[in-house]
């Protein structure tokens, strides 16, 4: 069984400040990775995936996550955030063939002017 | 290309009614799953169904709850004899026929408010 720990319920930052929401996942065999947004009162997009090579994974509009075997971690960050960024983010994990996605508890990422 | 489609976007029922959520999947998916979430918390994995076929439904409760995704239509969630604890956010994700290396799509999520 696959378990996502996000370990901040709420992070607020400033505007173009850094910022990184932090995940970590527990699996005995390979996973893939995906972190979604979720603005408020809408659904979940998909904002970046790890499925395999080059461990460092880009989205878009800024974000970028680092996967790490050995520390078992995918944290997501973004040098410099914006206004529009606040949102929840939600980090998620499938086993290999598997077909449940496997949610974190997600984080509130708060942009203060 | 539409994406996933969820209907009805808020509905709120009494104790004891029933719910039905729908889902229509983006065009040429084959695979839906139902998602739950509940206040300040994450999705938590409900059931996964294929055309006409329910391939796991380990998170979904054991009564009142059902899923079924029709040869023709949408897939639809029911809810019998609702209670205040059911009240959450219902997402609907879909994906390609073989999976699509695990990306799931979602769709707005249904907002049930039991009274």
């Known amino acids: 069984a696959q378990s996502v720990t996000q370990l901040d319920s709420q992070v607020p930052v400033f505007e173009e400040a850094p910022v990184e929401l932090r995940c970590n996942y527990s699996?005995?065999?390979?996973?893939?990775l995906f972190w979604y947004v979720q603005y408020p009162n809408q659904g979940l997009q998909l904002l970046l995936k790890?499925?395999?090579?080059?461990?460092l994974v880009e989205s878009i509009n800024g974000f970028e996550a680092e996967f790490n075997k050995s520390q078992t971690s995918f944290h997501l960050r973004k040098p410099s955030v914006h206004i529009s960024d606040t949102a929840e983010y939600f980090c998620?994990?499938?086993?290999?063939?598997?077909?449940?996605?496997?949610f974190g508890q997600g984080t509130r990422l708060t942009i203060n002017p | 290309n539409a994406g996933v489609m969820q209907n009805p976007r808020h509905l709120v029922r009494r104790r004891g009614q029933e719910a039905r959520l729908r889902c229509s999947p983006m065009?040429?998916?084959?695979?839906v799953y139902w998602y739950r979430q509940l206040p300040e918390e994450g999705l938590k994995f409900m059931v996964y169904?294929?055309?006409?076929?329910?391939?796991?439904e380990s998170g979904m409760p054991k009564e009142r709850f059902s899923a079924e995704f029709p040869k023709e239509g949408p897939s639809i969630l029911r809810i019998q004899q609702v209670v205040r604890g059911d009240s959450a956010a219902y997402f609907c994700?879909?994906?390609?026929?073989?999976?699509?290396?695990?990306?799931?799509?979602f769709g707005p999520g249904t907002r049930l408010t039991v009274t």
């Open positions: 169904l294929q055309k006409e076929n329910i391939i796991d």
């Open positions: 699996s005995s065999v390979s996973v893939y």
């Open positions: 994700a879909s994906s390609p026929p073989l999976g699509g290396l695990g990306e799931q799509y």
């Open positions: 998620a994990v499938i086993s290999q063939g598997a077909q449940k996605l496997v």
């Open positions: 790890y499925l395999s090579g080059s461990t």
């Open positions: 065009k040429g998916h084959s695979h």
